[in-house]
């Protein structure tokens, strides 16, 4: 339905019947940029922080009322419709740009300050990923099931070491990153730049 009709914004309730809202958002998120706002009865914090680290824009808990609704939906289309490609974020792009990282998909290169950082294919697989939704925070699971194309299990330590290279050949400091940022307990992000 999303490829047949042109979709400004999404509201998605968590509890569905077949498909999990929570699973249903990450699904449109690997081919859409489009924003999603979670209705859920599921009220607490860790709900909402789950929900918008699967790459949710926003999150409201219900009961809620028609205005706040409303006042929200506004605010995500302004800024989608204003800053939604700014940052080349639609699959598809040949070259993606944060600050001074430049990503060429059709060369498969990665440019720091103008300057071809070698990359091997899985880092290449995990800065393409991180910079095609700069901002939004993947999990360590989500990484390596789309990057590796597989189910994923206890595999923190492998991501974070693919992470920590991925650093040291970007980052100017990698201790204090400016790009490459972890969300503690729940995973990492590109920064908007």
Request: no cysteine; glycine share 6%.
């Amino acid at each position: 339905m999303l490829m047949d009709h042109t979709v400004h914004l999404i509201l998605m309730d968590v509890m569905m019947p077949r498909l999990n809202g929570l699973s249903a958002v990450m699904k449109i998120r690997e081919t859409k940029n489009i924003p999603i706002i979670i209705l859920s009865a599921k009220t607490e914090e860790s709900d909402k922080i789950i929900g918008l680290s699967m790459g949710a824009d926003d999150y409201v808990s219900k009961p809620f009322s028609t205005e706040e609704l409303v006042a929200r939906v506004r605010a995500q289309l302004r800024r989608y419709m204003t800053l939604g490609s700014v940052y080349n974020t639609e699959p598809g792009s040949e070259e993606i740009q944060l600050g001074d990282l430049v990503l060429n998909k059709d060369q498969k290169q990665m440019y720091v300050n103008g300057e071809e950082v070698r990359l091997t294919a899985t880092e290449y697989k995990i800065v393409e990923l991180l910079m095609s939704y700069p901002g939004r925070v993947f999990s360590s699971e989500e990484i390596y099931s789309r990057v590796w194309n597989e189910d994923a299990y206890a595999v923190e330590n492998t991501v974070m070491v693919h992470i920590r290279r991925i650093r040291e050949k970007i980052e100017i400091d990698p201790k204090n990153p400016k790009y490459l940022k972890v969300v503690w307990g729940i995973g990492y992000k590109m920064e908007k730049i």
